[in-house]
């Protein structure tokens, strides 16, 4: 089978591909050897959290490359204005980081998240409805192999941090400076503007 390496990313060929051969194309970069390691030990919910919060990491890495420094770690750091995956994902696609497929894609990975935060007793994917119908909704290529649940939830979160990932380098590219308005007097001149006293 032929694959075509470009970066961290590997085309896959569309026609059918077998879960043992779709491992072995996942399995070289960091994030997705993790991924993997977590599909095949971890109990649901740490795979959940820890593979989505690759994607989450993924998302402030791209938005960090863009961002002005200045104001990227206030904007970015914990407890943060944009510390929350929902918004990063809005505004990686409002500065056009981002297309609407990739959005939609990371929206559906934190709603199957989002609940194993909140509800400590939701251990599997099924026990919960809307994670369920969410799981299915996930997207792929075509002729990927059919998944399990976890394996779904997995391979999404894995394809998304090695798409976040390679645009990183082109984010830093596009990456923002601070406006500084042209003045032709030359610098600013603070004015005081108070009544002179008498």
């Not at 505004?91 to 980081?97: I, K, P, S």
């Not at 192999?145 to 830093?172: G, I, T, Y």
């Not at 007097?185 to 002179?196: C, F, H, K, R, S």
Request: glycine share 6%; net charge negative.
């Amino acid at each position: 089978m032929a694959t075509v390496p470009v970066g961290h990313v590997v085309e896959i060929p569309h026609d059918a591909v077998t879960k043992e051969e779709f491992l072995s194309l996942m399995g070289g970069d960091n994030p997705s050897q993790r991924t993997l390691d977590l599909l095949r030990s971890a109990p649901t919910r740490d795979l959940v959290s820890q593979s989505i919060g690759l994607v989450d990491q993924a998302l402030a890495d791209l938005l960090a490359a863009f961002l002005v420094d200045a104001s990227r770690d206030r904007l970015l750091g914990r407890g943060r204005g944009f510390a929350d995956f929902e918004i990063r994902i809005e505004l990686a696609f409002g500065v056009g980081l981002i297309g609407d497929e990739e959005r939609q894609q990371l929206h559906r990975l934190r709603q199957i998240r989002n609940p194993f935060a909140h509800d400590p007793n939701l251990f599997e994917l099924e026990h919960d409805e809307k994670v369920l119908g969410r799981c299915y909704d996930l997207r792929f290529p075509s002729g990927a192999p059919k998944f399990s649940l976890r394996e779904r939830v997995a391979f999404a979160a894995n394809v998304c941090v090695m798409q976040l990932r390679d645009r990183v380098q082109f984010a830093a590219t596009q990456k923002r400076n601070v406006y500084t308005r042209p003045s032709p007097q030359g610098d600013w001149v603070i004015v005081n503007l108070d009544e002179p006293k008498a």
